[in-house]
């Protein structure tokens, strides 16, 4: 069964400080992997995503991860934390029939404290 | 591109009544999704159709919800009757293809309150 785990449903960071969001997932088949990022009364957006290419993934505003197969783990992390950071972020592993089917944690609230 | 436009905003509406809430995708997308976030439960998937056809619907609650697409700019969830478990943001979702390199286009949800 597809799962993620996100520990930490609240994170809070200072402003110019690294950042780390965790996840860790349950697949039975080869994972694909994403963050997506949502801010006040919006939809989601993607972040970045892990497709079984390169294990370091560069996204969008800085955010990176990096797939660890070994550690079942896909961390999202940022060096230095911007105010515009502050929303909440979601993991989400794909299902077994595909890409149709992603499976969400239930995210990470995220506050950058000036 | 106006991006997944969803209506209304936000529903208030009593036990029992019925409730809709539509989607109209990105034009040129043939994946429709529909989504229910909860604090509970997080971010469900309910339903999603192909070139209008619904393809799984595993995830609708019971048999008070259904959806449908008419046309390939335009989706109705239902909700006949609600009740206050129902409460939550449902969310419309389209994509172009059904690869992983082809990412889920969200629209700015739904606010649903049952009283």
């Known amino acids: 069964a597809q799962s993620v785990t996100q520990l930490g449903s609240h994170v809070s960071v200072s402003e110019g400080a690294l950042v780390l969001l965790r996840c860790n997932y349950s697949?039975?088949?080869?994972?694909?992997l994403f963050w997506y990022v949502q801010y006040p009364n919006q939809g989601l957006q993607l972040l970045l995503k892990y497709t079984s290419a390169a294990t370091l993934v560069k996204g969008i505003n800085g955010f990176e991860a990096e797939f660890k197969k070994s550690e079942t783990s896909f961390h999202l992390t940022k060096p230095s934390a911007h105010m515009s950071d502050a929303a909440e972020y979601f993991c989400a592993v794909s299902g077994p029939t595909g890409a149709n089917n992603l499976f969400f944690g239930t995210g990470t609230r995220l506050t950058v404290i000036p | 591109d106006a991006g997944v436009i969803q209506s209304p905003r936000h529903e208030v509406t009593e036990m029992g009544q019925e409730v809709t809430l539509r989607c109209k995708p990105i034009s040129g997308h043939d994946y429709l999704f529909w989504y229910r976030q909860t604090m509970m439960r997080g971010l469900e998937l309910l339903i999603y159709?192909?070139?209008?056809?619904?393809?799984?619907d595993s995830g609708m609650p019971e048999d008070r919800f259904s959806a449908k697409m008419p046309n390939a700019s335009f989706s109705t969830l239902k909700i006949q009757p609600s009740e206050p478990r129902d409460s939550a943001v449902y969310f419309c979702?389209?994509?172009?293809?059904?690869?992983?390199?082809?990412?889920?286009?969200f629209g700015n949800g739904t606010r649903l309150t049952v009283t």
């Open positions: 979702a389209s994509r172009f293809g059904s690869s992983y390199n082809s990412p889920l286009h």
């Open positions: 159709f192909n070139n209008n056809v619904p393809i799984d």
């Open positions: 697949s039975s088949v080869p994972p694909y």
